[in-house]
């Protein structure tokens, strides 16, 4: 038993107090979940890249920073809690400086949009030490997690991102993973944890790359991967929701003028402006439902 929350804004005042609603909504969920929790924010905040690293202390964090600094002036960092922002138009010398100077710096997320925050506490600590109140955005996902298929460790815990501005948050459990877990390493997917979870995220990377839109490689995911399952799967632009054929783990959907939300149950949206006045509706089995700056496509 997992919980999973997503918010997209269609209104700038939803956008500027992004964080703070999806920290209100996360909040509602640490009793599905208090191993762990985490959160994927997506913005257009600053130019080239964002690659967000977790370091093993706060200290560790500021030294990172300094070294960043000195070695690449142009860098921009900035840090929360123990993750540390960095924003780079050459985001491979921030690699090869972090892979010999600072091995146990672990990247958490690449994009030109998207930061993953994630930590193994529970989330009402999770969403205190990270003050997401102050944050803006477009769209977000978070998670909070009951660990069942793998160890309670940070780099188990949600969401899971195999490739830029691509994440995914899952309730569910696959039984074939450790099958298409292999498959896809051999056709070169990165995939570090033995996490369930991963293999999905890992798959939809993988149909993307060979062209499919997140709607078509999340229909092709129906045939290819077997279990139960909710995903909320984090774009770029957007967000998208599937849940299995059988829909055993619960999701709920709310639209408003002002923005889509989704959580695993409703007292997650209950804090959200307007929700009174939302359109609220359980999502079908086996039917993608998505959302991005063109639009809703069902």
Not at 164 to 170: I, K, Q, R, T, Y
Not at 220 to 249: M, N, Q, W
Not at 253 to 259: G, P, Q, R, V
């Amino acid at each position: 038993m997992c919980g999973i929350v997503g918010l997209f804004a269609k209104h700038p005042q939803v956008s500027e107090q992004l964080g703070s609603h999806i920290a209100g909504m996360l909040a509602q969920m640490g009793e599905r979940g208090p191993d762990s929790a985490g959160v994927a924010i997506y913005s257009d905040e600053g130019d080239g890249q964002k690659l967000c690293f977790r370091c093993q202390s706060a200290q560790h964090a500021e030294q990172l920073m300094a070294l960043l600094s000195k070695q690449l002036s142009e860098v921009q960092t900035r840090r929360v809690a123990r993750h540390v922002v960095c924003q780079t138009n050459n985001p491979e010398s921030v690699l090869a400086l972090i892979t010999t100077a600072a091995p146990d710096a672990t990247l958490m997320s690449s994009g030109e949009r998207m930061v993953i925050f994630k930590e193994a506490q529970h989330p009402s600590d999770f969403i205190q030490d990270h003050g997401f109140s102050a944050m803006s955005g477009s769209h977000a996902l978070g998670h909070t997690r009951m660990a069942t298929e793998s160890a309670v460790t940070t780099a188990g815990s949600h969401p899971f991102s195999t490739g830029p501005d691509l994440c995914l948050v899952h309730n569910g459990s696959l039984s074939n993973h450790n099958r298409l877990r292999r498959l896809l390493q051999r056709r070169g997917v990165n995939i570090q944890t033995e996490n369930d979870s991963e293999v999905a995220a890992g798959y939809l990377s993988y149909r993307m790359q060979q062209g499919d839109t997140l709607t078509q490689a999340l229909e092709a995911s129906l045939e290819d991967l077997d279990g139960f399952y909710t995903f909320a799967v984090g774009s770029r632009d957007g967000f998208a929701v599937l849940r299995d054929p059988i829909a055993c783990k619960p999701a709920v959907l709310a639209e408003t003028e002002h923005w889509v939300a989704m959580a695993s149950e409703f007292r997650a949206l209950e804090q959200l402006p307007g929700i009174e006045h939302a359109n609220v509706w359980e999502p079908e089995p086996a039917r993608v439902y998505s959302w991005d700056k063109n639009g809703a496509v069902q």
